[in-house]
């Protein structure tokens, strides 16, 4: 009977320490099972929303870029007194600045500004007057490391001597390279501003300023990517072509950046269309049917008052 009791009792302590050692190998397998099919499809929902939240914010930005660079140009154009067409930058093109990059560096717009100077800010001014500068935006697509995968757009200008006083440079001296347009002799307007060529002898010192990034660089094709309409208020300028002095051309290339100008009248109607997609990628950044609501879009004309005669 002593015997018998204590089987009994070594039983239930056994059993007992077998109940604290924990979960079983099935339980362990069964709650980890049950687990992932819970978490996984958790965790594929955060991540989405982590991924539409970063694909929105994309476009958001790239259309505020976009928006902000077309204002910054229209503001510009404000100045304007003689916008340069499709033949005008043909024209002119080995007179502006990176000429030997002419395959990535191109000249879309073009134009002569007037600005006006109070005597209030120069030493030297006993009156009041303006100066003339030459102004150029491109498109570049370089392949710079230090810019994204698409195009980008950047501005150059070159002024004469009438500017207020600088910090880095005498009163009155003008930048290297300007010369103002000559309107003496036959021929029209026109005519007259596409002979225009740069100070002989000198090497422009001013570079072309990055103005915004993220430009589409899509190549146009029937399908996705059509050629724009024909201008309605003068004459179409060329988009990024890439095949050197050949910028006057209606194979164009790419909707990215362009213009259509009137010369005659001062008009002109700028178009920009931004790519976020290259700012959540590094490939696969051209346009297609899946993926237009990453390249916004947007357009403003600008009319000046400001000519000039060739009389």
């Known amino acids: ?26 339980e362990l397998l069964v709650g980890i099972i049950i687990a992932t099919l819970v978490i996984t499809p958790l965790l594929g929902f955060m991540i989405n929303i982590m991924t539409t939240e970063r694909q929105e914010q994309a476009k958001a930005d790239t259309e505020q870029e976009i928006k902000a660079a077309l204002d910054y140009i229209a503001r510009d154009l404000q ?34 500004k007037r600005t006006f100077v109070s005597k209030e800010n120069s030493t030297i001014l006993k009156d009041n007057t303006f100066f003339y500068s030459l102004v150029a935006y491109y498109l570049i697509k370089d392949n710079d490391s230090t ?11 070159i002024s004469d001597g009438y500017e207020p006083p600088k910090t880095d440079k005498k009163d009155n001296e003008r930048d290297k390279g300007f010369q103002i347009f000559n309107l003496q002799g036959l021929g029209n307007l026109k005519s007259k501003m596409n002979q225009w060529t740069k100070k002989s002898g000198e090497k422009y010192t001013q570079k072309i300023e990055p103005l915004v990034d993220y430009i589409d660089q899509t190549t146009i094709n029937d399908n996705t990517n059509p050629a724009p309409s024909n201008c309605t208020i003068g004459q179409q300028l060329p988009q990024f072509y890439g095949s050197g002095d050949a910028v006057a051309t209606k194979n164009v290339r790419t909707r990215g950046f362009y213009v259509c100008v009137n010369s005659e009248n001062t008009v002109a109607e700028i178009y920009l269309r931004g790519n976020s997609l290259a700012r ?29 005669s060739a009389k």
């Not at 959540?280 to 000039?308: H, M, W």
């Open 280 to 308: 959540l990628q590094n490939n696969n950044i051209d346009l297609n049917e899946n993926n237009k609501t990453y390249f916004p879009q947007a357009s403003i004309r600008v009319q000046e008052n400001g000519f000039l």
């Open 79 to 112: 100045q304007s007194v003689y916008i340069y067409d499709a033949d005008g930058i043909n024209a002119i093109r080995q007179q502006l600045p990176r000429y030997g990059d002419k395959n990535t560096f191109f000249p879309v717009l073009v134009f002569w």
């Open 1 to 26: 009977m002593n015997l018998l009791w204590l089987f009994i009792k070594q039983l239930k302590l056994f059993r007992q320490k077998n109940k604290c050692d924990g979960f079983t190998l099935i």
């Open 147 to 157: 810019w994204s995968k698409a195009a980008r757009i950047g501005r150059f200008q």
